[in-house]
Antibody, heavy 117, light 109 residues
Framework: QLQLQESGPGLVKPSETLSLTCTVSGGSISSSSYYWGWIRQPPGKGLEWIGSIYYSGSTYYNPSLKSRVTISVDTSKNQFSLKLSSVTAADTAVYYC?????????WGQGTLVTVSS | EIVLTQSPATLSLSPGERATLSCRASQSVSSYLAWYQQKPGQAPRLLIYDASNRATGIPARFSGSGSGTDFTLTISSLEPEDFAVYYCQQRSNWPPRWTFGQGTKVEIK
């Protein structure tokens, strides 16, 4: 059974870059036809898809965030990562990694990232 | 861009009652729709995929139906642990984009 775990700083300053990593265990991140994604949830609000990376390395981003988002994969570590640049208070949210398909069977526990000086 | 609209925003019911949640897509998504349950402080959990298939370990009281633009999640008899927020989700074919509805909260009456 797959397990996903987010890691990264819980506090980021405005205008800086948010960086998170998702470690996948119980299976290979490079398995065929897998999508790995990042979803966020501002406090008290709904779910917002940030972007996804296909097992081949192709990336797909939410158009509303595309200019600030980079998702990458490190197959040697069985990890994929999120970078969100020029953050503001509006980026404060619980960030989840999830996968591995078009429907998200497996989720990390989520990590709260607060944007504040 | 496909928009998913869930209704109602809040459903107030008692344990043992039937819950009917709606998700409407702005254009046809065929049967490529999922439902998730989220409890406070927890990650979402996949309940239904492909509109009507229960995910592994999901009780039979949860069922999904619909195709095209109109979908329904039904909980036949609410258990205390079913009071939560429910989201629908679809993935567009090309380019791949994931979209969530805004959620329906099922609360104890």
């Amino acid at each position: 059974q797959l397990q996903l775990q987010e890691s990264g700083p819980g506090l980021v300053k405005p205008s800086e870059t948010l960086s998170l990593t998702c470690t996948v265990s119980g299976g290979s991140i490079s398995s065929s036809s897998y999508y790995w994604g990042w979803i966020r949830q501002p406090p008290g609000k709904g779910l917002e898809w940030i972007g996804s990376i296909y097992y081949s390395g192709s990336t797909y981003y939410n158009p509303s965030l595309k200019s600030r988002v980079t998702i990458s994969v490190d197959t040697s570590k069985n990890q994929f990562s999120l970078k969100l640049s020029s953050v503001t208070a509006a980026d404060t949210a619980v960030y989840y990694c999830a996968g591995p398909g078009e429907f998200l069977d497996y989720w990390g526990q989520g990590t709260l990232v607060t944007v504040s000086s | 861009e496909i928009v998913l609209t869930q209704s109602p925003a809040t459903l107030s019911l008692s344990p043992g009652e039937r819950a009917t949640l709606s998700c409407r897509a702005s254009q046809s998504v065929s049967s490529y729709l999922a439902w998730y349950q989220q409890k406070p402080g927890q990650a979402p959990r996949l309940l239904i995929y492909d509109a009507s298939n229960r995910a592994t370990g999901i009780p039979a009281r949860f069922s999904g139906s619909g195709s095209g633009t109109d979908f329904t999640l039904t909980i036949s008899s609410l258990e205390p642990e079913d009071f939560a927020v429910y989201y629908c989700q679809q993935r567009s074919n090309w380019p791949p984009r994931w979209t969530f509805g805004q959620g329906t909260k099922v609360e104890i009456k």
